[in-house]
């Protein structure tokens, strides 16, 4: 009977140990860092160019736009977790405006315009989680401007286990749900909630969690699927965009995406 009772706590964890290990050879095998990066160099000559994914806004001046990125940090911690930011611009501008959060400096950690609006994160190539244009994009970034002024984390930085850059997306995707913001596995902090509200909506806004300092938890949702939280690190598997949320590499599966470009040009 002891041993009975045992054996599935112990098949549950030889799998996700299995997991971690398979997620972080991925991670390794692809690589998120820059090409460079054994190279000497710091964070002071990393690269943050464009990277060219944004559409010009001149060319799409009449279309409200709004993105999110994300890209490998800085270091050996680009193996394992992802930084995010959000652009935008109104119908009728010419100019996105971006919003990150950054540990470093001063308060508040809010930054605005930090760097270019698809620049590289130190190095790294970003990659799009969410591109909306068109109608009701400028409505969106009403909502949007009133969740950042509204985050309740502002004077607040860790890096692990939040509140940090990942948490600051997820709260705009709480409070936006029509943004389908689905923050990657590897986005750590996003799960991170107080002590004091441990139960509430999903970063995605379609969904509920629980968590507890964003250490131990699950999340379920339309847009994140069934994601379990284990010190940080997350398990899970997305039924929307079929595919497996797993730490270190993020994602294995069919791209998830939001994309909705209604009446205006995809191309860049």
Do not use: C
Request: net charge positive; aromatic share 8%.
């Amino acid at each position: 009977m002891r041993l009975s009772r045992v054996k599935p706590a112990s098949v549950a964890a030889l799998g996700l140990s299995a997991l971690l290990l398979l997620s972080v050879g991925l991670s390794l095998a692809n690589d998120p860092r820059p090409a460079d990066a054994g190279e000497a160099r710091s964070w002071r000559t990393a690269a943050r160019h464009s990277a060219g994914i944004a559409p010009d806004p001149a060319r799409h001046a009449d279309t409200a736009i709004v993105q999110v990125y994300a890209a490998a940090t800085y270091g050996w911690r680009g193996y394992f977790a992802v930084h995010p930011w959000i652009i935008y611009k109104r119908a009728g501008e010419v100019a996105y405006t971006r919003y990150d959060v950054i540990g470093w400096g001063s308060r508040p950690v809010v930054r605005r315009n930090y760097a270019l609006p698809d620049g590289l994160w130190f190095g790294a190539t970003p990659r799009v989680l969410v591109d909306h244009r068109g109608e009701g994009v400028d409505a969106m970034i009403d909502a949007v401007e009133a969740a950042i002024a509204r985050y309740p984390h502002a004077d607040e930085y860790r890096s692990y286990p939040g509140p940090n850059s990942n948490t600051f997306l997820a709260h705009i995707g709480r409070e936006v749900p029509a943004l389908r913001l689905d923050l990657p596995a590897n986005a750590i902090g996003k799960d991170y909630r107080p002590v004091t509200r441990p139960l509430g909506v999903s970063p995605t806004g379609s969904g509920l969690q629980f968590s507890l300092l964003g250490l131990f938890g699950l999340s379920v949702g339309l847009e994140e699927g069934l994601e379990l939280n284990v010190l940080g690190l997350n398990f899970g598997i997305d039924l929307n965009a079929p595919g497996l949320r797993l730490p270190a590499i993020g994602r294995v599966g069919l791209d998830d995406a939001a994309v909705t470009h209604r009446g205006t040009p995809s191309a860049r």
